[in-house]
């Protein structure tokens, strides 16, 4: 399938397809309702990472007399340390969150597919030497080494922070590509395209690239979800700047300060973070489970 | 007619050499990761000794005390040129001598490294093993009925799961069952009044204390596998050999066995390589449930600026994941007959 | 199906297992004197590779248990030399400091049924040397050091002070000191020790070759792993895991009579919150001093026989200034802060429990404060919070207010920025709440958070932040209380007795205070220089400089003081009783002392 | 061989044979009314291109079309069995491999790459309750022999060490072993060179005889056909279009698109300008018209009428054609007009 929409030939039909495919992607979300409330859950943060904090003062208020308020109307999670609306703090705090995945995904992928790509289409010696680099990033493990770098760096923004979760995060994404890229050598679209007389650039560009593009997105999305993990986890950890709205510092707070593992008071506080990520996480997935099988024709025969 | 695939003598030489290939590479590999851990672990800004002074008299201890505390630790400090101290790292590395912990001063980075792997391997291990299991078949299953909603279902928790970063599912673990309904330890290994040893008091309590550990390992690493065996069986399942069994008339139950056991080879390498993760891979758990398994010892590492263990630590993950890769690459050597005669693997 | 039932027989013998544990681990409670289940505060994260060795920071040696000491500092508001009996039964002190002669318990024998001797004191002195101790240290700049130490008898030996150099700390130094078994550890040192020692007093190439050679022991001492635990305290260490401790009553010890429990077992512990979780099961006859938030205190309370101490604990948190930076180097804008401050609040956001608001800034604890200054303290200004006093320090530093914030003299914007470790979420919490304050007050405001505290040390000490918390009023000796506020973070070091300033910036001054301080009332003092007084002046002076120096620190503000600790311990008197009462001086040694004391006793 | 004439070379009738594929347009026919007769111990060829639809008709044969394909109506029956359609549950299971054998594209990968040939054949034998399993063995590698092969290396091999030629034998004795007396050959030859190729058709031709088989064979390429087959049926778009001797139709084509075909052929003699493609391109499962001629969009003799009526079925002796252009060379057999959307000729 893959094959045909790559082939030289095929490009006037291109229009159809392309409408074709729109057709695809809406009879695939069609099917099941999950994965509309996936996009609607994924538009839902993108519009609270965006706007969010547009609805609120740049300090939030506090009520000192409602330290650890239980939930209520004015409160539906409550209230933190020092009687700040939790649910405030959420909203306010996804901004951070969402761009530090969004620029870790887009260096991750950028990086990634391009070092899999050179290294898929170059082979030989290239290939080698980018793919033991590739290696060696593999195994250095990630989350010690980001303990270890987060008392040499301090990341303050969150542009810092996506930059260096997705310098440490291309590996996997380098590895895949290349062989997609590898395995479309294989099929011999190389040589026909060169046959043609296309440049480099041009089978990179217009030949590979966009056979690999739904992969590719794939892969974006789910370094989205690494990296809002990944410095969750780590402001979790306490080792990143304090942020008083960060997801992660949310949770630190509500475990080592609050004592949410062992009284329930705040409790509220520890679970409108973590629900914040498990709806997150569900967006991702059906959206991730949809784009499977748009862009999988093997899934897709029924 | 030998029917048994023993691999011949060629194939002996062919794993030879692919062994030997590997141990070369994993050398340079475990120089390299060594030099640029060194060099990262021993820039790390910071005064262990304040902290810790500091830290003893909040605590309540008098500032003559803490101040003796924290004096006779400035002799495990590593002293001269940051060139001195790799060379004297490497020389040391070479007669594999890790150095000495300054978390715990006199002791070696080796024995300290070990109490504490001990505690990570086994729950680990438990988890996927555990998760191997059920996922592969559960996967199995979500496969066959992936058109169902049953399947659907399975699929799309397993993606959650394994999207689910593992604090997640240990702080709701944890705040499940040590808070709300507290039936679980919180933490430790176990019960101290227990002698050691094989009795059945001693194990049940380590049980007790490793459940939420390992059942927080076993969801969070079941959803990929679930994924991973559900995918690798639709692959095999439109492999043509499936349908050439079928129309020659194969029972069923023959046909299972082509494809379980065809799709789950490639598990097999996930699996080793994953369990050669594992030993970087528990921090948060064992933050979590205070478990005092490697990911603990190597927070407290980085906090006590601990650089001989932490550096130690760094070196044993790399050394895992290179062996584990090669025990994957020689696995595969084993149950695939199309690598064990030298071909490349598909 | 065959799998699936012996999968079923093996979850059935978990279940009988973990029955079986609660009920041997209660049936072992009610035998004998029980078990006392406690956690050693100065142990986070017990070990079990550590040896049993007191001077080992992950050594399995417990304070007060199975590790004794040859007194036990009683928490004296204002007198640091003050103690409970421990090897030693009775001291005593020469009136001008300078020896004590320590009579050691008459029928005290390690637990192996070897007396306890002069010569394992001397022996333990030898080894501390190695360490380098306060009293024992063979740095020839230390004050307070030990000249001699002299086997009177069997039970008797004195210790004499260096005059030459002496300090008022040098009994606490000595009292101070572990002591350990002389037949087990004599090969810990060289036979030749004492006669280094003697070289290493004198001066010249031979003196520092003998201590070179006496600190090159350290490492060897701190390793020194005796392969069983051979103790002169209450109990011996019986095992250990990662997680537990336990240790078992030792016959040999002195009061072994009226030593209540049988068994001890320390739990481990790696954050506060694991402490909170022991506490409100019930599980813990006494934790030492815990940070607990409001809710799970009033949880831990809930618990059938739990039960608060509470007493003093010489530490207060402060916000220290880096006066190198501005506008911080104005005592108007510090002044002005400190108006815009509310402590009551901040101490009810951030340490509800284990704080009180500091009453004022004068560098000392509000409880010790009380006996040095006595009615001078009411006169010192308090400030509470008043906004109309800030914009008037502010306007007088020069700020600007506009557009509802403030700014510079030079109109450029102010960003307050706070500097403290993310992993202490309590001060975390007061930063951020001190933050929300001054930005409710036009001081545009913001937390920084260091990953960790030798990194936030570092980085404090290197001054590279404008304000960051800071530990002071670390009682009782009155030294140690302001050498925090004018010692060496401050510029002033003693060297060799004398007192030596080094300017903002340099050898570790990050504080940066003027030299001398013009304080209302006194006239120009040399704030350094009164500390340094502190470490030798005889008590009738002392209260003297105490009283400039906190009139000093009230005046100039180089810190803010937020909350006083309060060493809140809890107890369950559900298995046994006779622990301290509030306010007890015993409070800030571990239970182990008040066991072997005979205080504890099994319900 | 001993093996040759323990049975009568079965005869196969399919007619009527419709076969859909349920897609998200609809069920689209990937074989519609096709009626075509293997004669016992003969060797019939199919021909067309790529989504011809005629892979589908082979496992018509086996009653094996893969979802989310399905036998719509018609039959397969074959003497001494019946109708397959019909089969089901293990009976059918039975049926494949030890009746009907299928042998796969050479180029496919027909065999469990992780065991030996030889663990397969037994594999077999114990899913056909085979008792003598080293009677089966013996057998097999006689059968290997016969092809020119080392059975017993053979079946001590895995798939991945046998060359493609190879693989091919391989798969025709897995067909064979069982004694089935009709096969299957779907696209026998492609992907081999030339030689091997040659070497496969004399193959499948002589145990042809040997054995006393009715075979069919499914390919592309009019060469393979015009060498092994007695009868020769050509497809398109789901239809078969023409059947017949092979000799005859090759030599006289009557439908366009056999017309086309064969002039598409480069012949070793004569010049290359000669040969000339099909303009366009076949339809796909999508793009198969609904009424009329399916061929029209690419014949060169299209009519007004191919639009819209369905073409006739003509018998004309021993051959068969289906074209409005052959309307009046001979005996109509049946007459379907204007208008039948898929399949409703079944009614």
């Known amino acids: 399938m893959t094959a045909t929409t790559i082939m030289p030939e095929a490009r006037s039909a291109s229009a159809t397809l392309r409408r074709n495919f729109w057709r695809g992607v809406w009879r695939v979300m069609k099917r099941k309702p999950s994965r509309m409330a996936g996009v609607v859950i994924m538009a839902g943060f993108a519009f609270m990472g965006v706007f969010g904090p547009m609805f609120y003062p740049e300090h939030l208020p506090r009520d000192t007399s409602a330290l650890y308020a239980p939930p209520s109307w004015a409160h539906p999670f409550g209230t933190d340390f020092e009687g700040t609306d939790v649910l405030a703090l959420v909203i306010t705090g996804s901004r951070y969150v969402l761009l530090t995945g969004l620029v870790t995904a887009v260096i991750t992928v950028v990086l990634g597919a391009g070092i899999g790509l050179f290294a898929g289409f170059r082979r030989g010696r290239w290939d080698s030497v980018l793919m033991r680099i590739t290696d060696m990033k593999l195994t250095i493990p990630g989350l010690p080494l980001m303990l270890v770098l987060s008392t040499i760096w301090k990341f303050t923004s969150a542009i810092e922070m996506g930059l260096v979760l997705g310098l440490l995060g291309w590996g996997g994404v380098a590895r895949a590509v290349r062989s997609q890229t590898l395995s479309l050598r294989e099929r011999g679209f190389v040589e026909a395209a060169r046959g043609l007389g296309l440049s480099t650039p041009h089978i990179i560009g217009r030949e590979l690239l966009p056979s690999m593009a739904p992969y590719i997105a794939m892969n974006m999305l789910i370094a989205v979800t690494g990296a809002v993990y990944a410095q969750v986890g780590l402001f979790f950890l306490g080792v990143l700047p304090f942020e008083a709205n960060n997801w992660g510092v949310m949770l630190n707070l509500a475990v080592f300060g609050g004592g949410a593992l062992t009284t329930t008071a705040a409790l509220p506080y520890l679970l409108a973070p973590l629900l914040a990520i498990l709806l997150l996480t569900l967006g991702i997935v059906l959206v991730v489970d949809a784009m499977d099988e748009i862009f999988n024709p093997r899934l897709r025969e029924e | ?346 | 199906m065959k799998r699936v039932a012996a999968v079923v027989s093996l979850l059935s013998l978990a279940a009988v297992t973990v029955t079986a544990c609660s009920s041997t681990s209660t049936g072992g409670s009610s035998a004998g004197g029980g078990v006392f289940t406690t956690i050693d505060g100065f142990k986070p994260g017990l070990d079990v590779n550590g040896p049993i060795n007191p001077w080992n920071p992950k050594g399995n040696m417990f304070q007060g248990y199975n590790a004794m000491k040859l007194g036990w500092k009683k928490n004296h508001l204002t007198d640091p030399n003050q103690f409970y009996p421990g090897i030693a039964a009775s001291w005593e002190i020469a009136p001008d400091n300078s020896s004590i002669t320590l009579h050691l318990q008459p029928n005290n024998k390690w637990s192996d049924g070897t007396p306890v001797t002069a010569e394992d004191v001397k022996l333990s002195i030898a080894l501390a040397y190695t360490q380098g101790s306060t009293a024992f240290s063979v740095d020839p700049g230390a004050a307070g050091a030990a000249s001699d130490v002299e086997i009177i008898d069997d039970h008797t030996v004195k210790i004499s002070q260096d005059m030459s150099n002496p300090s008022v700390t040098f009994v606490r130094g000595v009292m101070d000191s572990f002591v350990v078994p002389a037949h087990i550890w004599k090969d810990a040192v060289p036979a030749n020790f004492w006669d280094t020692l003697k070289a290493a007093r004198g001066e010249g190439a031979e003196a520092e070759k003998a201590r070179a050679e006496i600190t090159a022991q350290a490492d060897k001492v701190l390793a020194f792993a005796p392969a069983k635990d051979v103790s002169a305290g209450p109990f011996t260490l019986e095992r250990m895991n990662p997680g537990e401790a336990l240790l078992v009553k030792n016959k040999n010890f002195y009061n072994a009579a009226n030593v209540g429990p049988d068994q001890v077992k320390l739990l481990n512990y790696t954050g506060n919150e694991q402490i909170w979780n022991y506490l409100i099961s019930g599980k813990l006859d006494n934790a030492p001093f815990t940070a607990v938030p409001a809710d799970v205190m009033k949880r831990i309370g809930q618990t059938p026989g739990n039960a608060v101490v509470k007493g003093f604990s010489p530490v207060s948190v402060a916000m220290a200034f880096n006066q190198s930076k501005k506008p911080y180097d104005n005592v108007h804008v510090r002044r002005g802060l400190a108006y815009l401050i509310n402590r009551d609040e901040i101490t009810k956001i951030a340490s509800p429990e284990g704080g009180t608001p500091a009453l004022t800034t004068t560098g000392i604890h509000q409880k010790p404060a009380e006996a040095w200054l006595g009615s001078e303290l009411s006169e010192l200004e308090p400030y509470k919070l008043d906004v109309a006093k800030a914009e008037k320090e502010f306007k007088e530093a020069g700020l600007k207010k506009t557009g509802g914030k403030w700014t510079l003299p030079d109109g450029k914007p102010w960003k307050f920025t706070i500097n403290v470790p993310a992993p202490f979420s309590d001060w975390v919490s007061a930063a951020k709440a001190v933050t929300s304050q001054l930005n409710e007050a036009g001081v545009s405001a913001e937390v920084l958070t260091s990953a960790d505290y030798p990194l936030y040390l570092s980085e404090l000490a290197a001054g590279k932040y404008d304000v960051g918390f800071w530990l002071v009023a670390l009682g009782p000796a009155p030294y140690n209380i302001y050498q925090r506020l004018y010692g060496a973070s401050n510029g002033w070091s003693i060297l060799g007795g004398k007192i030596k300033h080094s300017a903002p910036g340099k050898d570790g001054n990050w504080m940066g205070s003027p030299e001398t301080i013009d304080v209302k009332g006194v006239g120009k003092v040399n704030p350094g220089e009164l500390t340094g007084k502190l470490n030798t002046a005889p008590e009738s002076e002392q209260k003297a400089i105490i009283s400039q120096l906190a009139k000093a620190a009230n005046q100039d503000l180089p810190v803010i003081q937020l909350w006083d600790y309060v060493n809140t311990q809890f107890i369950n008197t559900n298995r046994f009783t006779g622990f301290p009462e509030n306010e007890s001086d015993l409070l800030r040694e571990t239970s182990g002392v008040w066991i072997q004391l005979g205080m504890i006793k099994k319900k | 061989m001993s093996v040759t004439s323990d049975k009568r070379a079965p005869g196969v009738r399919i007619s009527d044979l419709s076969v859909v594929y349920r897609t998200g347009a609809g069920e689209l026919p990937a074989v519609r009314g096709v009626d075509l007769e293997l004669e016992p111990g003969t060797i019939t060829g199919v021909v067309g291109e790529s989504g011809s639809g005629k892979s589908t008709l082979a496992l018509s044969m086996l009653n094996a079309v893969q979802p989310p394909g399905r036998i719509r109506s018609g039959s397969v029956e074959i003497d001494g069995l019946g109708d397959v359609v019909t089969l089901g549950g293990d009976d059918l299971r039975k049926t494949r491999g030890r009746h009907v054998g299928y042998v796969f594209q050479a180029a496919q990968n027909s065999l469990n790459p992780l065991k030996t040939v030889g663990k397969q054949l037994l594999d077999l034998g114990r899913s056909h309750d085979v008792d003598d399993l080293p009677g089966l063995v013996k057998e097999a590698r006689s059968l290997l022999d016969r092809m020119g092969l080392d059975g017993a290396r053979v079946l001590d091999s895995y798939q991945h060490e046998l060359s493609g030629g190879m693989r091919q034998r391989v798969g025709i004795m897995l067909a064979l072993v069982l004694n089935a007396h009709v096969v299957v050959l779907d696209e026998p030859t492609t992907a081999l060179d030339m030689i091997t190729q040659a070497t496969i058709l004399r193959i499948i031709r002589e145990v042809h005889e040997e054995r006393g088989l009715t075979t069919l064979v499914i390919t592309h390429d009019l060469g393979v056909v015009a060498e092994i087959a007695d009868r020769l049926a050509v497809m398109y778009g789901g239809r078969l279009v023409e059947q017949g001797p092979t000799r005859e139709v090759l030599g006289a084509p009557k439908h366009p698109y056999t017309q086309g075909l064969l002039q598409a052929i480069p012949r070793l003699v004569g010049d290359i300008d000669e040969a000339r493609a099909l303009p366009g391109r076949p339809p796909t499962l999508g793009t198969i018209p609904p009424d009329g001629c399916v061929f029209r969009e690419r014949c060169a003799v299209r009519m007004d009428v191919c639009e819209t009526g369905e073409p006739p079925v003509l018998t004309i002796g021993p051959r068969v054609v289906a074209c409005h252009t052959a309307a009046g060379d001979g005996e109509q057999k049946e007459t379907v007009t204007t208008g039948p959307t898929r399949g409703e000729e079944q009614a």
């Not at chain 2, 555990?130 to 299953?141: A, D, E, K, M, Q």
């Not at chain 2, 994941?321 to 149950?335: E, G």
């Open chain 2, 1 to 346: 007619m030998t029917l048994i695939g023993v691999p011949g003598r060629s194939g002996v030489i062919a794993v030879a050499r692919r062994l030997a290939g590997h141990l070369a590479r994993g050398l340079v590999m475990i120089l390299v990761v060594t030099t640029i851990s060194f060099l990262i672990i021993r820039n790390i800004p910071g005064d262990p000794m304040a902290a810790k002074y500091e830290k003893l008299v909040e605590q309540g201890m008098s500032p003559e005390a803490a101040q003796q505390a924290v004096n006779v630790l400035y002799g495990f400090m590593p002293t001269g040129s940051m060139w001195e101290q790799y060379l004297d790292y490497m020389k040391g590395l070479a007669r594999f001598d890790l150095g000495q912990s300054l978390n715990v001063p006199g002791t070696g980075v080796g024995t300290v490294l070990m109490s504490a792997a001990k505690w990570t391997l086994i729950p680990v291990l438990a988890g996927t093993l555990l998760s191997f299991l059920v996922g592969i078949i559960l996967g199995v299953y979500a496969a066959i009925k992936r058109q169902s909603k049953v399947g659907d279902l399975l699929a799309i928790s397993g993606s959650l799961l394994h999207g689910l970063p593992q604090y997640v599912l240990a702080l709701l673990l944890a705040a499940i069952f040590t808070t709300l309904i507290p039936i679980l330890p919180a933490g430790g290994t176990a019960d101290i009044m227990f002698e050691p040893g094989f009795n059945a008091g001693y194990i049940g309590s380590l049980i007790q204390h490793a459940t939420l550990p390992v059942v927080t390992y076993a969801l969070s690493s079941y959803g990929g596998w679930i994924l991973a065996m559900k995918s690798s069986v639709v692959t095999v399942l439109g492999d043509d050999f499936i349908l050439a069994a079928e129309l020659r008339g194969m029972k069923r139950s023959i046909i299972f066995r082509y494809i379980a056991r065809n799709a789950i080879l490639p598990l097999f390498t996930i699996l080793a390589l994953s369990l050669g993760m594992l030993f970087g891979g528990a921090i948060f758990i064992e933050r979590i449930f205070n478990y005092p398994g490697l990911g603990l010892m190597l927070i407290d590492s980085i906090t006590g600026r601990d650089y001989a263990l932490m550096g130690g630590a760094f070196l044993l993950i790399t050394v895992a994941i290179i062996i584990a890769n090669i025990a994957a690459d020689l696995l595969y050597t084993v149950i695939d007959p199309r690598v064990r005669s030298g071909g490349e693997a598909a």
